[in-house]
Structures are given as structure tokens and as C-alpha cells.
């Protein structure tokens, strides 16, 4: 008996000297979670240097009208407001009944895509082979549609595609159209670029944080496509269609073409989206997503605001009423 | 899979435990070697600041397999306990659940000699643990940062109090084991938990390497207590009832503070 007596006291000890030496759970109130929140983007956001944007003067106005006592509706109310300083798609405060969004990147300039008139006189009979909705143009010229990279397509799925356009006798080439593309996962980008490279390319150079400091990054470092030469390559021009909606995955793809001679970029600047996104949970239960790299072309442009078209193209409203794609029409005329 | 796992331990279990239950004496050949298979439940508690600024608790399964080695002089030990966890907070709710579920593995090899014997009933070995600890976190909540780990391969001092007891006409053995690593090799994510995705060739496995380093208790301090008791069955196989208490604290960019308390219990087969 005084042996197992003598056994529970030590494991209860032992249970004792955990709580002991855990920190306590952070207070989930108002106060301490905006605390959380500000340093959380204190110490992890990248583009502060780049905005211009003074994040200890948000503090000064914001945390004067936080309180224990506000509802949680205000209080995400609130922190929303003060994460839309940033401009930033890539920041989103996620409260399970609301997430908060920035989407000015694409609100404050024209759509430049009708997808009516995409569907009606451009992919009428189209084929779909996975998430890429693709057709032949009037004058033998190929059309792929893909709406978004977070739908991933297979090397299978991308063989087939590519081996249809390249059976076809003259093809003049290929329009990508990633307009209205909102972005996901980059290795859907790569999937396509490994089939255009004929050699290693440099397609962009990326910095990450990696300390509290505004400026604590990373050296650069360099994403390198290598060809897939095992696979259905595509070697003929392709002219790429863009607008402000292209975001994040769209905007990083946008940015890799720029490393290929045979693409060119026709449509509006992309809306950008240049950091890749984290995350942090909050002690209230809420997260924080943010951005925590800054990614630049080989010759240091950084792409977070957008990477502007080869040729500017904007839709015409006489054409849009007439149902004619202008800048389909404008890509056409490159082949 | 858990229920799978469950399954198999009860009916492994039933078919060869229900056999032993016969008296035999404790035999005295200086040399036994035993394959343990165990079950337990695994109970976490975890405060890891590359997650939140939340403790998390919750319970899962932890079978495990092992070799023993022991002889009068020494004893010498290799286990594998895998446990897997699904933690959350208080705080959490329907619309915000925190949950983290974790895949924890540990290997440990002991090798320990007799140093002292009070009489035949209490004797005191003491040797070295080297262990290979590997705990996989995932917070989908925090979408690109949802991924944490604690890698630790570790060696220290560690020990073992045998007492011999008479219970049920048998003699068994309680136990009391200590070890705590001192010099160690860990690694834990990058700050903000990055994993490369913008990186065409993102390497997720040698990155976890290229961001280790080797430390001291004052970087990954860690301590493992065991207490088990020990009833022998048929044909010199044993059963084995124990609890386990781990707790480790380890820091990189940030801090993670683990504890897991195990109940198990193991079939020893002679063989």
C-alpha cells in the first residue's frame, strides 16, 4: 500500500510540475487578442517598406477604440478596418461568422472580362479536359480558359491538350486566358511552365521573412523551372490575357511568363498579390492570414502590386455590346 | 485506422493473454529477451507559440512495439510508440473548432547496467537513452503555416529502480525509470512556419534539415519518467501495465512546450 501510495505521488508530481512549467492560454478578451493581432502583423508582414505603410501609427489610432467590453462584431469590425490599411488580397481575418477581405485590387478598375461573351461566341462547342476549357479560334488559333488555379489539372490531363493542338495542320499558336483567375496553388503554373521551357529558366527571385524586423528577410532565392522533357511540350507562340482579377497564383504565373520570349501578355496589369500567404491563430480563436515573402522579377520589379501587360489592352464597350471580345480580338492580330 | 489498431490489440489480447494466467515461479535464467506489443491512451497537453498563444489538450491512441533485452546485470530496451492525437483549446466552438492533429513518433533505444543492489529485491541500473522524437502538427486553420514539427534526436543519462513485489502469489517488478537527454540535434519549421510553395522544386524534407542544429537541456529540454508493474505469466511472457509522463521544451525561433501521459499495457512474449 505504501509502495503504490509512494507511485501515485511521484506521477502526481510530475503532473503538477507540467502545469507548472506550460504557459497559460493568452486572455481571449477584445484587448489582449487586438494586442496579438497588431504584433502578429508586426512581426510577420512584408511589404511595410514597400506601402510606406507606418504599422506603429495604426497602433496609436486603432487601440484607443478597442475595449473588453465590445461585442465581437465590433471587434472584428474594427481589426478588419485596420488590416484594410494594408491593401493587401492576401490579408483575411477569418471569425468564423465573417472573413474580412480586401478586394479594391480588382473593384476600383474595369472588368475587362465578360465571360457571357466568352461563352457565347468564343467557346461555343468547347472541349473540357479537366479545369481547361479550350476550343480553335477563327483563324486556327487555339483558346484555353482556365478559371483557376486552385483546380488542379493532371500531366495526363495537360498531354492530352497539348497533343490536340499540335496535331491540328498550321496552328498559329495558343491563347492562354487566365482573366477572372483569382489563384491557388503555383504547382499548377509550374505543371505549364515545364512544358514551354526548352532549358533551366529563372522565372523569379523570392525573400522571405525571417525575423520581427520589418527588413529581416532571407537572401533571394531563385525559382527555377527545368523542362519536362518526358513529356508533351509546346514550343509556338502563346499570347497570355490578363486583368485586375488575376490574383496571387495568377499573378505569380503572369510574372513567370515574362521569362519566356514566346509569351506575351496582352489585357490589363494584373491585381498582384506578390507575398505567399501565412497564418497565425489568435487567442480569441480567430486567425490571421497574411503575407510573408516579397517576390521580384529577375530584374527587380516587385510583383505584390501587379505585373503590367506587353500590350495594354482594355474592352471596348461598343465591342462588349456587340459581343466581341477586344482583347481576344487585340491577341489575334499577334500571330 | 484507430479502429483498426483497436480491434487488433483486443483481439491479440484476448486469444493470448486468456492462455497465461497459470502459476509458475519467476524463473532465474540470467538472460531474457521479450517482443513487447502494447496499447495505451495517449493524453497531450501543448502550448506551441508557432501555432498560438493557446494551450491545447486532447487524447488519442498509442500503440507500440518493442524489444527487450535483460539479464541479472543489464538491461537493454528499443522502442517505437507512435501516438496519434486530435487536440483542441476551450475556447474552441462550432465555428471556429482549433483543432490540431498531431502524429507523434518516438524510437528509443536504452541500454542500462546494474549499478547498485540493495538485496534481491531492489536494484538500481543506470546507463544511456538515445531517442528520436518526430512530431508532426497539422493546424489546417492556418492554411499555408498549418504544418509545425519538433524533430529531436537526442542522447542522455538514464536510470531504472527495480523493486520485486509479491502480488497474487507471483512475483512481479515495479518500476520506476528516469531519462533525460543532454545533448541533442533538433529542428522546427522556419519563422511563420513557411513552407516554400513559390519554390518549383519546394522541398519540404531537406528543409527540415538544412533548419537544424545541435543543442543543450537549455534548448530542448526534455524529461521521460516510466512507471510500470510487471505480472508474469506462462512460459516466462509478462504483462506489463505502465504510465509514462514526457514533457519537453523546445526552442528554435519560437517555443514549443509538450507533454504527453501515456497508460499502457504491453504484452511481453518470450522468446
Not at chain 1, 89 to 110: E, K, M
Not at chain 1, 132 to 161: C, E, K, M, R, W
Not at chain 1, 261 to 271: R, W, Y
Amino acid at each position: 500500500m505504501k509502495k503504490i501510495f509512494f507511485l501515485l505521488t511521484i506521477a502526481a508530481v510530475l503532473l503538477s510540475c507540467e502545469k507548472a512549467i506550460m504557459p497559460d492560454s493568452a486572455s481571449a478578451g477584445a484587448e489582449e487578442t487586438f494586442e496579438t493581432l497588431w504584433q502578429t502583423i508586426d512581426r510577420g508582414y512584408s511589404f511595410f517598406e514597400y506601402k510606406n505603410i507606418d504599422w506603429n501609427s495604426v497602433y496609436q489610432t486603432y487601440r484607443p477604440q478597442i475595449n473588453n467590453n465590445m461585442s465581437d462584431r465590433d471587434f472584428f469590425n474594427k481589426c478588419s478596418e485596420m488590416l484594410n490599411i494594408l491593401k493587401d488580397g492576401h490579408v483575411n481575418l477569418r471569425a468564423g461568422f465573417s472573413t474580412s477581405y480586401y478586394n479594391d485590387f480588382y473593384l476600383n478598375f474595369p472588368a475587362n472580362f465578360n465571360k457571357e461573351i466568352i461563352d457565347r461566341n468564343y467557346l461555343r462547342g468547347f472541349q473540357v479536359t479537366g479545369p481547361l476549357y479550350h476550343t480553335v479560334l477563327s483563324g486556327n488559333i487555339g483558346y484555353i480558359y482556365y478559371g483557376s488555379f486552385a483546380t488542379p489539372f493532371t500531366d495526363d490531363q495537360l498531354d492530352a491538350v497539348l497533343t490536340m493542338f499540335n496535331s491540328i495542320a498550321g496552328l498559329k499558336g495558343i491563347i492562354f486566358d487566365v482573366r477572372n483567375n483569382p489563384g491557388g496553388d503555383p504547382a499548377n503554373a509550374y505543371r505549364l511552365f515545364k512544358r514551354i521551357a526548352t532549358q533551366n529558366t529563372l522565372l523569379y527571385k523570392t525573400k522571405y521573412k525571417n525575423g520581427p524586423g520589418h527588413n529581416d528577410f532571407s537572401a533571394e532565392q531563385e525559382s527555377i523551372i527545368e523542362p519536362a522533357t518526358d513529356k508533351v511540350m509546346y514550343t509556338g507562340k502563346i499570347v497570355v490575357l490578363t486583368n485586375r482579377k488575376c490574383y496571387s497564383a495568377c499573378n505569380f504565373f503572369v510574372a513567370g511568363c515574362k521569362a519566356f520570349s514566346q509569351i506575351k501578355i496582352v489585357g490589363d496589369q494584373t491585381g498582384g498579390g506578390g507575398g505567399q500567404p501565412t497564418g497565425f491563430e489568435l487567442p480569441n480563436s480567430w486567425s490571421v492570414n497574411f503575407s510573408g515573402s516579397i517576390t521580384s522579377l529577375p530584374n527587380g520589379f516587385i510583383i505584390e502590386n501587379g505585373v503590367l501587360p506587353d500590350i495594354a489592352v482594355a474592352l471596348n464597350p461598343s465591342d462588349e455590346a456587340a459581343g466581341i471580345d477586344t482583347i481576344i480580338e487585340r491577341a489575334k492580330t499577334l500571330f | 485506422m484507430k479502429a483498426f489498431i483497436l480491434i487488433l490489440h483486443a483481439i491479440f489480447f484476448t486469444s493470448i493473454v486468456s492462455a497465461q494466467n497459470l502459476e509458475l515461479p519467476r524463473s532465474k535464467k540470467t538472460d531474457n529477451r521479450y517482443w513487447l506489443l502494447g496499447l495505451g491512451l495517449s493524453i497531450q497537453n501543448m502550448y506551441d507559440e508557432g501555432i498560438s498563444y493557446v494551450r491545447y489538450k486532447g487524447t488519442g491512441i498509442a500503440p507500440s512495439i518493442g524489444l527487450i533485452k535483460s539479464s541479472e546485470k543489464k538491461y537493454c530496451q528499443f522502442l517505437l510508440q507512435p501516438t496519434f492525437n486530435k487536440l483542441t483549446t476551450e475556447r474552441s466552438n462550432e465555428l471556429r473548432p482549433m483543432e490540431v492533429r498531431t502524429t507523434r513518433f518516438v524510437l528509443d533505444y536504452q541500454y542500462l547496467v546494474r549499478v547498485k543492489e540493495w538485496n534481491e529485491k531492489l536494484k538500481l541500473y543506470a546507463g544511456g537513452n538515445a531517442s528520436l522524437l518526430f512530431n508532426l502538427k497539422r493546424a489546417e486553420q492556418l492554411d499555408n503555416s498549418q504544418l509545425v514539427y519538433d524533430y529531436a534526436l537526442s542522447i542522455g543519462p538514464a536510470a531504472k529502480l527495480d523493486k520485486t513485489v509479491k502480488w497474487n502469489k507471483r512475483e512481479c517488478v515495479a518500476t520506476f525509470g528516469l531519462s533525460i537527454p543532454l545533448l541533442s540535434h533538433i529542428a522546427r519549421p522556419y519563422y511563420l512556419n513557411r513552407i516554400e510553395f513559390i519554390d518549383p522544386k519546394n522541398d519540404f524534407l531537406g528543409d527540415l534539415f538544412s533548419n537544424s542544429s545541435v543543442v543543450t537541456v537549455n534548448k530542448n529540454f526534455r524529461i521521460t519518467s516510466d512507471l510500470s508493474f510487471t505480472y508474469p505469466l506462462f512460459n516466462k511472457n509478462e504483462l506489463k501495465l505502465g504510465y509514462t509522463w514526457d514533457f519537453y521544451k523546445m526552442t528554435t525561433i519560437n517555443s514549443v512546450y509538450a507533454a504527453e501521459h501515456l497508460i499502457s499495457i504491453s504484452f511481453l512474449s518470450n522468446y
